[in-house]
């Protein structure tokens, strides 16, 4: 059996090292969620409106934002607002920017496929019964695409936390960075340690995104 | 603007564009027949093979490609798996899209409607004839705009390559941000490039899901 490194694991406080670094992403993940589902949501409303220029403008943000990688949009604002604006941005704040814009634009999609599903009739009806174009979304459009949203949405979480492990390529301290970290620190003493280490942020990445994805298809299948 | 500076770097920037495709290419070719096998092992049932499918479909969506590249090219090499950046970024590229291109596959094939095979069962077909000439026409035309869609997600995960030491196109960017602060003309030249490579497919994409829009069958 050949020496896996695990121990290294055990050692110290490296595992709460490594947890704690996780919680910077996931943090920065649930926040851009936090913001991106209202955000979302309103650019969903806006898209489906008549308007052309309207229509244009969100569907040039929506393509930009979803065709270029993440990686490409954080060193955008990262490296590239730094040097346009003259503003010193911090790797979390410009991350936060950036899978908010994501995000937004995700959700907006999703919700505009939602909105777009519901049969025109059911406006039709709810004109006819004299409600106001605020009680029509309220009262029957919003109850029904709810639904369709919700597992969606969970899927976007998982999607947001996995993506959010880029952040390391603009230097922001997460779980890959005090991963390295921990294996520099132990290059004597277990050499090793990278096998042990890197397994281990699999698996953590693994049990947090898993339960996530299980929750989402359920729902998905029972509301579906 | 600095069109000096960006006219320099362009042939650099194209080598490295080179490379993401490539590799793109490499990894999504090798990613579609492992995604269609596992689809059919799940779509017949088949024993045992059925729960190693899952099991990897499982580990792979619900991880970072990111992480799946440190792990093959860090940890891997510990337990004598020896490993190359190239080599590495194809095997994470397939690793992570096997999944995702079995879920596309198996989507069309469960929109095939059961009574497509028995119909094709009961005309004589053997099970693998059904298969190929009846059930899998029906179900490609159903998968195509998630295919599509994967390839378009795969291109982009690519560009996390730079963490495994790849020389792409991010890696070509930071490195002359680092090098000359033309931070602008850098940043300019990666959106570019990039939007050569993912704008194409994505209009075929459209084209294609419309195409196949009206080859369905009796909708």
Redesign the interface.
Do not use: D, H
């Given at each position: 059996m050949?020496d896996?490194?695990l121990d290294v694991l055990f050692k110290g406080k490296n595992m709460l090292r490594l947890l704690g670094g996780l919680w910077t992403a996931v943090e920065i993940s649930l926040i851009a969620v936090a913001l991106s589902i209202p955000l979302g949501i309103l650019l969903g409303i806006i898209m489906t409106s008549k308007n052309p220029i309207v229509k244009a403008v969100t569907r040039i943000y929506l393509?930009f934002v979803r065709?270029?990688?993440?990686?490409?949009l954080l060193?955008?604002v990262f490296?590239?607002s730094?040097?346009?604006l003259g503003w010193n941005i911090s790797g979390e704040l410009a991350s936060v920017i950036v899978f908010t814009a994501w995000g937004t634009a995700e959700m907006g999609d999703l919700v505009r496929g939602a909105l777009i599903s519901i049969p025109k009739h059911q406006y039709e009806s709810a004109a006819a019964l004299s409600l106001t174009s605020a009680q029509t979304y309220i009262y029957v459009i919003i109850p029904q695409t709810v639904r369709r949203l919700i597992p969606l949405s969970i899927n976007l979480i998982?999607r947001m936390i996995?993506?959010t492990?880029?952040i390391?390529?603009i230097g922001v301290v997460e779980v890959?960075k005090v991963?390295q970290q921990i294996?520099e620190a132990n290059r004597m003493t277990s050499?090793?340690a990278?096998?042990g280490?890197?397994?281990a942020?699999?698996l953590i990445?693994?049990i947090l995104?898993?339960p996530i994805?299980l929750l989402a298809r359920r729902l998905e299948k029972k509301w579906g | 603007m600095n069109w000096d500076f960006i006219w320099k770097y362009l042939p650099m920037y194209g080598e490295a564009a080179l490379l993401t495709v490539k590799i793109g290419l490499a990894g999504i070719g090798i990613a579609i027949p492992v995604g269609f096998f596992c689809a059919v092992i799940q779509y017949f049932k088949v024993a045992l093979l059925r729960r190693i499918v899952s099991v990897y479909i499982?580990?792979s969506?619900?991880?970072?490609l990111?992480?799946?590249l440190?792990?093959i090219y860090?940890?891997?090499p510990?337990?004598?798996i020896p490993t190359n950046p190239s080599v590495c970024g194809v095997a994470g590229l397939a690793f992570l899209g096997g999944s995702y291109m079995a879920e596309a596959f198996r989507s069309g094939l469960e929109a095939v409607e059961t009574v497509q095979m028995e119909s094709a069962l009961s005309l004589g077909l053997k099970r693998g004839q059904a298969l190929l000439y009846v059930i899998l026409p029906q179900a490609v035309s159903v998968s195509v705009p998630a295919f599509v869609a994967n390839i378009?997600f795969l291109l982009?995960?690519?560009?996390?390559f730079?963490?495994v030491s790849l020389m792409d196109l991010?890696f070509t960017?930071?490195d002359l941000?680092g090098q000359y602060?033309k931070?602008?003309e850098s940043?300019f030249m990666?959106?570019v490039f990039?939007?050569i490579i993912?704008?194409p497919v994505?209009i075929l994409g459209s084209v294609l899901e419309r195409r196949v829009r009206r080859a369905g069958f009796g909708s």
């Open positions: 050949p896996l490194g393509e065709i270029m990688p993440q990686l490409v060193f955008i490296f590239g730094t040097g346009a998982t996995k993506t492990s880029l390391l390529m890959l991963a294996i050499p090793n990278a096998f280490v890197y397994l942020v699999l990445y693994f995104c898993w994805s | 499982e580990i969506r619900n991880t970072p990111l992480i799946q440190f792990f860090y940890a891997l510990k337990i004598g378009i982009k995960e690519t560009s996390v730079s963490a991010m960017a930071k941000i602060y931070t602008t940043l990666l959106v990039y939007m993912l704008l994505s």
